[in-house]
């Protein structure tokens, strides 16, 4: 179960000496997004996860200079390019892994990201 892997690698997580709780929050999404458990990407599921309040998860993270929205944009980009890149999968196949209503949705913030669209960031970051 994603909920379990995800609650073991917070434990290895907890057991590093000073990392921080921006970077285990981006962990933890990579691997909740990865393993498709989308409804604790939310900021109360993951606050859920970690055994605080999503306004002390918020505070925290503030004060480490970050947001929660902030390192789930982040880690939304780095799995669609890596899916656009390393995989075939159509794009509403990727919008539907991020946790997207619809490819357009996920069309917007990929141009937000990238400034281009998907396909073509694709095409110009196609493995040769």
Known sequence: MA???A??????LDSRSGSRL?????RVLRQLFT?????ATHREGLARLFAIHPRTLNRRLR???????ALLTTTRYEIARHLLRDTGLPTIEIARRLG???SAAFG???RR????????WRSNHAPT
């Open 3 to 5: 909920y379990a892997e």
């Open 7 to 12: 609650m073991r690698q917070l434990e290895s």
């Open 22 to 26: 921006a970077d285990k929050v981006q």
């Open 35 to 39: 393993t498709g458990d989308l409804d």
């Open 63 to 69: 004060s480490e200079g970050t947001s929660f929205d």
């Open 100 to 102: 997207y209503s619809d």
């Open 108 to 110: 917007h913030a990929f």
């Open 113 to 120: 990201w990238s400034g281009t669209t998907a396909t073509a």
